[in-house]
Nanobody, 122 residues
Framework: VQLQAFGGGLVQAGGSLRLSCAAS????????MAWFRQAPGKEREFVAA????????SYADSVKGRFTISRDSAKNTMYLQMSSLEVDDTAVYYC????????????????WGQGTKVTVSS
């Protein structure tokens, strides 16, 4: 298993949650990393990305100002700090790794974690 996401759970609207994605050293050190999410009945959508060395980040408009992506090279782990959560943030969140910076389509990423479920209640 190259990527493993965890940290999901049930949280009330307005609350916070931090997701983690543990990766193998080889995968983590040489790839850009991203978070995607997929709500029931919807397509998988881009949430945020961070470059291989952490010097660039990008966010979907829907999460800008509320979510923060980061990575810890010493732990080969990527994080997604989610704040001011909304009911519409409810989804299974997946971490991904890929070679292309700026990619927002799922098929641009080569490696995927198994997903962790986030449920935001009203």
């Amino acid at each position: 298993v190259q990527l493993q996401a965890f940290g999901g759970g049930l949280v009330q609207a307005g609350g916070s949650l931090r997701l983690s994605c543990a990766a193998s050293e080889r995968t983590f050190s040489s790839n850009n990393m991203a978070w995607f999410r997929q709500a029931p009945g919807k397509e998988r959508e881009f949430v945020a990305a961070i470059s291989w060395n952490g010097d660039r980040t990008s966010y979907a408009d829907s999460v800008k100002g509320r979510f923060t992506i980061s990575r810890d090279s010493a732990k080969n782990t990527m994080y997604l700090q989610m704040s001011s959560l909304e009911v519409d943030d409810t989804a299974v969140y997946y971490c991904a790794a890929g070679r292309y910076w700026g990619a927002t389509r799922a098929y641009d990423y080569d490696y995927w974690g198994q997903g962790t479920k986030v449920t935001v209640s009203s």
